[in-house]
């Protein structure tokens, strides 16, 4: 783990998060300024900057949670299709996005928008009680399986 990485301090529990799931080697927790309702994070605690550079058994480790995780998230929210994406934009420690998609939009790249100035903001954050709320939910829905 490193001091000053955001992800490191959240699985060390410095910082707070709504956790979903947490083991040995993995957790899940919200995303707090989500796609969507129920956007979920799942980080290795060990700092890895690259998802290339973890082992492949914890990479497994990742998607069979991130698996799990879109089952139940394709029945809480009614959606056909659950996103699945490691990134390392915003935070250098490797990190899948597990996203409920209720449009194609929802989860793209920038390389099929046609036009190339276009602007971004982050979504805004939801409230501490309603992330706490689906935190709950996700959490109770991936532990009664």
Do not use: W
Request: with cysteine.
């Amino acid at each position: 783990m490193t001091d000053n990485c955001l992800f490191c301090r959240i699985a060390r529990h410095e910082i707070p998060a709504h956790i979903i799931h947490e083991d040995d080697r993995l957790m899940a927790f919200l995303d707090i300024q989500p796609v969507r309702p129920g956007h979920t994070l799942i980080i290795p605690k060990q700092h890895y900057p690259y998802y290339e550079d973890m082992p492949a058994d914890l990479a497994g480790h990742i998607v069979n949670l991130g698996q799990k995780l879109g089952r139940h998230m394709k029945r809480l929210y009614g959606v056909e299709r659950v996103g699945f994406a490691f990134t390392g934009i915003h935070v250098a420690h490797t990190h899948a996005h597990v996203i409920p998609m209720h449009h194609t939009q929802d989860v793209t790249s920038t390389q099929y928008i046609e036009q190339q100035n276009l602007t971004f903001k982050m979504p805004p954050q939801p409230p501490q009680e309603a992330l706490a709320a689906t935190a709950a939910e996700l959490r109770g829905e991936l532990h009664a399986s």
